[in-house]
């Protein structure tokens, strides 16, 4: 619960607070106080003690219209019988409302965050496996591909990183579950839309940064994607950072908190009292994740469980137990060709997933590769252009997730830089049997990336059911 007074309160700190009206008549708080059991802003989810949000640049009068409500908090007054609480950012006022609502489940938790464009996913599952062996399975996790509140039930997310009301929700879960720490990803939307204004992190990771997410309803420029994953280390106690990572030397000229660094040659020092080599930590375990990438996002887990108490004991056997679920999963063929399914997306993860695989495989090798709809478009001449420096590989493009657009047109648009005739599938599961069935021995092999497990297309803003990409590559073996 939280009181009228104490939401106004929150706002007047932040600098958030305008005003309190009801149809242009200004209200004063003074005169009464209103107890709110709930916060919401999905009009579906309200009752008569619902404190509700207006967010959102397709917010509408009508949404508000019929709302049994007693106020709601927005950037404009809507005039609609309904006390309005005015503010400057909505976001930022649902996260600390939210933050406050929830009794600041944050300091009840050991909060580790990773952003970085790929390896988000892979160095969380890491992380979490050496915490759960710290802690005893106390080890919740929000992530893209499964989250846990008790460490026992996983389910997908929406969202890489939920709204603000939310999170913090979802985290006073966790610690009602016994959960002492939280692992999660944090994506660049995350900072760019407010979800986690106010949240101040124990550990924040960042893993590494490529242009990727730039189109007119994510990040306009490069610039605008770069610095919200930036405000992740800005919003963090203890940063871990990644050496060999593009800008490196900027972000390392903007740390102000206690920091670690990875990768190079060089010794970095985590704290005074203690250094770890890259070179040291890579030789200390066993891995299951093929590719210097994954070596890489297993490093950056182990500094990050570390900071936050765990043994080289506990890295070494949670490194060595961790599989990710659609990320470099290998299945065969009878003929012996190996089929890779991984969720590269965009052209430096795919490069990096390409470039594990060949040295392996020397025959026939096919990549099955789209990209997504009305998201990302700038992926599209990255991959283009990267296929297109690889002459010597099979194509097939696919469909994923195309969401309004015509998937066949962004094939055309990903072919359009490429040099030599490529096929296209729009319908993947043929896409994938077509590869599978050109396969004629060992060396051979079919790389299927993109949606790794997803079980789902989004169709015209429709998840449409979907079996997965391995499911379906182990229904043709």
């Known amino acids: 619960m939280i009181t009228l007074k104490t939401v106004v309160t929150i706002l007047k700190n932040d600098h958030n ?42 917010f509408k009068r009508v949404f508000l219209a019929d709302l049994a409500i007693p106020f709601y908090i927005s950037e404009t007054d809507y005039e609609v019988g309904i006390p309005a609480i005015i503010v400057n950012n909505v976001k930022h006022a649902m996260s600390l409302i939210a933050m406050a609502f929830y009794v600041n489940p944050q300091e009840d938790l050991k909060t580790l965050a990773f952003t970085g464009t790929k390896g988000k996913t892979t160095a969380a599952y890491f992380a979490k496996n050496i915490l759960d062996i710290h802690n005893h399975n106390k080890t919740a996790m929000f992530s893209t591909m499964d989250t846990t509140l008790d460490g026992k039930t996983f389910f997908k997310s929406e969202l890489t990183t939920p709204e603000s009301i939310d999170l913090f929700r979802m985290m006073r879960e966790a610690v009602n579950n016994g959960m002492t720490h939280l692992v999660m990803e944090v994506s660049s939307q995350a900072y760019k839309t407010a979800r986690v204004y106010g949240l101040t992190f124990d550990v924040g990771v960042f893993l590494n940064i490529s242009p990727d997410h730039i189109g007119p309803i994510e990040h306009p420029t490069f610039e605008d ?53 890259f070179q040291a930590l890579e030789q200390a375990f066993d891995i299951q994740l093929i590719g210097h990438f994954n070596q890489e996002n297993a490093v950056a887990a182990a500094l990050s469980a570390l900071q936050l108490g765990a ?12 599989t990710v679920p659609g990320r470099m999963e290998v299945i065969k063929q009878a003929n012996g060709a190996k089929i890779f399914v991984d969720y590269a997306h965009n052209a430096d993860s795919l490069e990096k997933l390409i470039h594990v695989v060949l040295p392996h495989q020397t025959g026939q090798v096919t990549v099955i590769i789209g990209t997504t709809g009305n998201k990302g478009e700038s992926r599209r001449q990255g991959i283009g252009e990267l296929l297109n420096g690889l002459p010597n590989l ?78 379906i590559a182990e229904k043709y073996l």
């Open 311 to 322: 043994g080289m004991s506990d890295v070494k056997k949670g490194i060595a137990k961790t």
């Open 225 to 277: 994607y770069f610095y919200c994953k930036r405000q992740l280390l800005t919003n963090s106690r203890f940063a871990v950072v990644n050496a060999d990572m593009d800008h490196f030397d900027f972000i390392k000229s903007e740390l102000t908190c206690d920091h670690a660094f990875y990768g190079g040659n060089s010794t970095h020092p985590i704290t005074q009292s203690k250094a770890f080599s």
């Open 394 to 471: 099979n194509v097939i493009l696919t469909a994923d997730d195309p969401n309004f657009e015509d998937p066949a047109a962004i094939a055309k648009e990903i072919a359009s830089f490429i040099d030599r005739d490529i096929p296209i599938i729009i319908d993947r599961e043929v896409a994938i049997q077509t590869a599978m069935q050109q396969t004629s021995g060992p060396n051979d092999a079919v790389i299927i990336a993109g949606k790794g497990v997803d079980a789902y297309q989004i169709v015209n803003g429709v998840h449409t059911p979907y079996a997965g990409d391995k499911k």
């Open 17 to 58: 607070f305008r005003d309190i009206l009801i149809d242009g008549t200004y209200f004063n708080t003074e005169q009464t106080d209103f107890i709110f059991d709930s916060l919401s802003y999905d009009s579906r989810e309200i009752d008569s003690k619902t404190l509700f949000f207006a967010k959102g640049s397709q």
